[in-house]
């Protein structure tokens, strides 16, 4: 199951360190405070420990007070939407990218775009976590956790099957599974899990992308039925594996992201698409059987594609009622620009998150941090981490309408998989109910 981001590495005692962040001259320069204002502020039940250091370091370094609670991940949009209805005090908000038009369309939350200080984080930010705090030419928020789909390999199954480097390409990838499967090195050398559950978006998307092709055009209508720059050539390739080539089990329609990995790390497969932060898992002694193995690659490459893969973000928002209220909003940005920017000229809060939790970070000057390349480079290498981000996009069909969409695209990929339906005709389906959803919105 997804949760607000993924936890990748034990706890570890760097919480002391946020409170040395409340420098107080320094934390605002050129600032000034109206004592005694509250900040409300909501977040899912994630680094709770962690968030309220942080905020005692932005409660002493400004003078506010900041009124924190949060809920459970599984409730929280929900919880959140009641808040919006009911008009609840609220001025700061964890937002998921895939709730960002849902919440914009309502006038639920404020672009930020008024603030220059914030907008400036633009700069270090990577491009797809800006593009998906974006909406209709104006920006959200901060981000201040993203990660991506990652092309991961077992190097000891590589190497026994004679290969000296991982496939830079999907056919490559054929060519080598091929291999495996003959030697008998593993049945089905590719796992895919491909269940109806939320991960499928991205596991498609990391497919589609890196063949060169989209859902949607940037116009929002539905290209996913065109051979060429849709999403077509992925399907298709997907099937061939598992009825031509049979290098994927016809049961990746009943596997879920977690049976994958589980599976991968048992010494199952030799390739598997998995959220990079995985890696942490599966490098560990304790609970992977390939710890030590587990290598990641860049995406391969389609016929007339990329190395790109998916990303997905969360991020600091600003509600609507309280960019109704200068002062409210004046607050709420500084709060916003502790956690999701820097505080005293450090991107800590993301820092502090990536060395407690494992969780990915949004701004590329952190690649560069000594502390994060070190624990990166204990379950993984930093290098490749930082170059497959850098070419990861933003998911193309997050809508107000995306969930009704996804139930049929997701029945229609997995209807290809198993034969009863030819990917032309599947993604036809696919994209008719798209454009039709999208006409009634």
């Known amino acids: 199951m997804k949760t607000g981001f993924g936890r990748a590495i034990g706890r570890r005692d760097f919480l002391k360190a946020s409170a040395v962040a409340g420098g107080a001259a320094l934390a605002f320069p050129g600032m000034t405070f109206a004592a005694g204002n509250t900040i409300n502020y909501q977040t899912w039940s994630a680094a709770v420990d962690l968030v309220k250091s942080h905020i005692a370091a932005f409660e002493k370094a400004s003078g506010l007070t900041v009124d924190y609670a949060n809920a459970p991940w599984a409730q929280y949009r929900d919880a959140m939407v009641t808040k919006f209805v009911g008009a609840a005090p609220l001025d700061v908000l964890w937002v998921s990218d895939a709730w960002l038009p849902e919440w914009a369309e309502a006038k639920w939350i404020a672009p930020i775009n008024a603030y220059d200080n914030l907008m400036a984080y633009n700069s270090d930010a990577e491009a797809f976590c800006t593009d998906s705090m974006t909406y209709k030419g104006e920006q959200y928020g901060l981000t201040y956790y993203t990660d991506y789909m990652g092309f991961i390999y077992d190097a000891e199954k590589l190497s026994a099957a004679g290969f000296s480097a991982p496939p830079a390409s999907w056919d490559e990838l054929v060519e080598q599974a091929l291999v495996m499967k003959q030697k008998g090195i593993a049945e089905f050398p590719l796992m895919l899990a491909m269940a109806k559950e939320s991960w499928l978006i991205e596991f498609m998307s990391a497919m589609v992308f890196s063949h060169g092709g989209r859902f949607t055009d ?140 494992g969780s990915g970070f949004g701004v590329k000057p952190l690649f560069e941090d000594a502390d994060v390349r070190a624990a990166y480079n204990k379950y993984g290498d930093v290098e490749m981490i930082q170059q497959q981000q850098a070419l990861a996009q933003k998911k193309d069909v997050v809508t107000p309408w995306f969930g009704d969409w996804n139930e049929v695209n997701g029945a229609a990929w997995q209807s290809a998989i198993l034969g009863n339906a030819s990917p032309a005709d599947a993604l036809k389906q696919a994209g008719e109910e798209w454009d039709d959803l999208k006409s009634q919105s």
């Open 218 to 357: 940037d116009k929002g209508d539905s290209i996913m039925q065109e051979e060429k720059g849709g999403a077509l050539s992925a399907l298709q390739w997907v099937v061939d594996t598992v009825s031509k080539h049979k290098i994927v089990s016809s049961g990746c329609v009943e596997t879920g992201e977690l049976a994958g990995l589980k599976a991968f790390a048992a010494g199952n497969h030799a390739f598997a698409l998995l959220p990079k932060y995985r890696l942490a898992m599966l490098n560990d002694p304790a609970q992977s059987q390939i710890a030590g193995r587990a290598k990641q690659a860049l995406m391969p490459m389609g016929a007339n594609g990329s190395h790109a893969t998916v990303g997905w973000m969360r991020f600091h928002g600003m509600s609507a009622q309280a960019a109704a209220d200068k002062a409210r909003a004046d607050n709420a940005a500084k709060l916003i620009e502790w956690f999701g920017g820097k505080a005293d000229g450090q991107y800590t809060f993301q820092k502090l998150l990536f060395l407690d939790l």
